[in-house]
Each structure stands twice: as C-alpha cells, then as structure tokens.
C-alpha cells in the first residue's frame, strides 16, 4: 500500500494516487470556482442529518492525509490485448465524443441530447406505448422467476425526457407535451423515500445475487436532479421541486440504510471519507463495491445541477456540497480507471482482480465528461486526464480541435 502524507495542497505536485502509472505527476488544485467555495462554506445552519454529517467529512479536493492508503497500481502493458480491441472498436464504430461536449449549464441542453441521443434505432431492444414512452426489453431471470419482457426503466425515461427538453431547446416546441408525460411517468416510479425504482429484476455480472424488482441505482437520482431542476425551470411547477428534494434525500442515504451513497472503503478501509455514489449498490453477500465510473460522473453533474436550483434552499447547499465531495473522489479514483491505453467500465480489475470491463460506448462517455467537468470547474485534472483518455482513440485530439472550433 502506498501512504501519502499530504494534509493540504493548493500548488503543489505529488506522485500520481496508482503508484506509477504512465509515471505522470497529477497536479492536485483546489478548484475555485464558486459553486464548490458555497459547498465548502460554514454550514452551521443546516440540519445535522446524517447526510449532512457526512458531507461535513467527507474529503475534499486539494486534501490527502498520512493514514490514507491507496492500491497500488500500474497497468503497465498487461491489457494490452484488452486495450487493442477496445481502441479498434472504438475507431470501427466511428464514435466522436466532441459533439456531446458543451458549454454546460444547469437548465440548458444536456450533453446535446437533441442531437446526440436516439432511442428509435433498435426497435428489438426498444418500444414505445401509446404515450410515446420507451419501454427497454429485458431477458429472463429465472432464478427471479421473470420471464422478460418490455419495462419502464427510470434512467431510459430520464435520459429521453432530457433528449425531448434538448429538442424543445433547440427550438422543437412540439416536444413539450411528451416531456411533460415522461416526467409524470418517472414521478409515478419514485417512492415514498424519493427513490426511482426499476421494476424489474436485474443481474449484475459483478454481483452474487440478483437484484429483485423495486431495487434503485445513483445514477437514476442524479440524472433525475439534472432533468428535475430543467423541468422546473421550464415551468415552475413546484413538485418538481418537491420531486428533486425528495430525490437528493435518497440518493445521500448510505446504502447500508437502502440509498446510494457509499465510500471508497472497498478500495481500502482508509479511504472511508471519500464519498462516492453506487450506480450498482453492494447486495449481500457481497462485500465489495466495483465502483462504475460513467454512473458516478452521471450523478455529479446531477447534484452540480441541483445546487443552483434556488428555490430548492438548503438541498441545493448540500447538493453543491456534495458535488465538491464526489470531485475528491473522483479525481481519486480516474488513474485506476486506464487501463494503459483505454479506460476500464469500472475499477473491478482492482477490487475483484479480474480483467477490465471496456465498452467503446462508455470510454467516449468518460472522455466528454471529465472535458464537462474541467468546463465547470476549471481544474486542470479533468483536462489532462480527458486529452489522455482522447488521445488514446484521436492521437491529434482533432475532434477536440473540432469542438473547441464551435465554441
């Protein structure tokens, strides 16, 4: 295990957190921008919830301690197979992560869904009812005694609703009534503890057991934050307020208690201030998290989106706050991610030593977002790690070029 014995840093550098890897100095900053000083501001007034509490401790960026101990890890070229066949997927299936890059704001176009994102082009996999909803196929579950079939999936409904808010953005204004429809949808899925909840059963590769219907996921609660704070600034209908609040609350619950919040302590028990947020919660018996990168991203932006819903008040505080949490953690965890080449779905390859999980689709999505988060916060750790990772698939980062040329 390797120990670093840092308590605060503003300009300095220190030896990347994974021990070697790519042998690169990670220049750790405090981010300045205002968001993260009102989430780290005297909170005294807030009600000491154990959310709270937790938010109080939790780490922050620019802030490494002596007892905290992390993996050690150097990928080396041992994915190197691995890593060839994600970067020729990746260039075979011809992706582009500029154009979900944008100049993101809380109420605007999220990742330039109306031109980015399509549920039409796979009817096997997707349907729509008669509202003009998508209902995603899923397989048996025998050991559930599910015999598959079409469901509502909270994160599909979110993710269509805010392609419809784009497209209403963008001009389309015939979008709203099925914008509206698909919210009302996704409330009728929330329950009484503000989480949205799948109704269907699910087995997760990492897991032993399956998760049975009613189980709920981070990302579905930040995702929902982002399309709940657009939908009430489009129409002021306060239960989206009500709605998003209620969303927050169950997101911050740890998962021990049935939310979404954990901590780095599957990586090692040292780390237990990191805060992080579980697009896969742990379902007895299994003891460890695999921490999936692209639903932790999701679920940031959701809580950077939230906090400048003023109208939600202290939550919106606490979001923010929250949000400056998750960037610690992130910035933590982003290194064991690469694989040396390509970055890895989650960090089971540490946790499980097995081999990596990569998807050409989720190593795009890993790149636009860490470019999003350096837009948001102006930290320079996002931007080095995004070129890295684009540079992986575009040696020349042309398509960033390209992005940077519409701006």
Excluded at 64 to 87: C, H, L, M, S
Excluded at 210 to 218: C, F, L, R, V
Excluded at 291 to 317: C, M, P, Q, R
Aim: hydrophobic fraction near 40%; include cysteine.
């Amino acid at each position: 295990m390797m120990q670093i014995a840092i308590s605060s840093i503003s300009d300095a550098k220190v030896q990347s957190q994974t021990c070697g890897i790519r042998n690169v100095m990670v220049k750790q900053s405090i981010v300045v921008v205002s968001l993260l000083l009102v989430g780290c501001a005297n909170r005294s007034h807030l009600p000491q919830t154990p959310a709270v509490i937790a938010m109080e401790n939790c780490a922050r960026p620019g802030h490494v301690f002596a007892y905290e101990q992390f993996p050690n890890y150097d990928p080396g070229n041992r994915y190197w197979k691995i890593v060839t066949d994600g970067v020729n997927s990746y260039l075979g299936e011809h992706y582009e992560y500029s154009i979900y890059i944008n100049a993101h704001q809380w109420d605007g176009r999220y990742f330039n869904y109306n031109v980015t994102k399509n549920f039409e082009g796979n009817p096997a996999r997707v349907i729509f009812d008669n509202d003009g909803l998508p209902k995603v196929k899923y397989e048996a579950v025998p050991e559930a005694n599910y015999a598959g079939g079409f469901e509502y999936n909270p994160t599909t409904l979110i993710q269509f609703a805010l392609m419809e808010h784009a497209k209403y953005l963008a001009g389309d204004k015939s979008q709203l009534p099925v914008l509206l429809r698909a919210i009302d949808k996704l409330l009728s899925m929330q329950n009484a503890s503000g989480g949205f909840e799948y109704p269907f059963p699910y087995h997760h590769f990492q897991n032993v057991n399956t998760y049975m219907p009613g189980w709920t996921s981070a990302i579905a609660q930040g995702q929902a934050l982002s399309l709940l704070a657009r939908a009430y600034s489009l129409t002021g209908n306060k239960a989206y307020i009500e709605a998003g609040d209620k969303a927050l609350a169950f997101l911050l619950t740890d998962t021990k208690a049935g939310g979404s919040r954990d901590s780095l302590a599957s990586l090692s028990p040292s780390l237990s201030r990191y805060v992080m947020f579980e697009e896969y919660p742990i379902v007895p018996p299994d003891t460890k998290s695999n921490y999936t990168v692209n639903g932790f991203i999701h679920t940031l932006i959701g809580l950077h989106d939230w906090s400048y819903v003023k109208e939600a008040g202290d939550d919106a505080t606490i979001a923010g706050g929250y949000f400056a949490c998750g960037l610690a953690t992130l910035k933590m965890i982003v290194p064991y991610a690469d694989i040396g080449g390509f970055s890895a779905y989650d960090l089971g390859h540490v946790i499980y030593k097995r081999n990596p999980i990569v998807n050409p689709s989720y190593h795009d999505t890993h790149i636009y977002m860490l470019y999003t988060l350096h837009n948001l916060t102006n930290d320079p750790f996002f931007k080095e790690w995004a070129d890295r990772w684009a540079m992986d698939v575009d040696p020349e980062l042309k398509y960033y070029k390209k992005y940077l040329a519409t701006k």
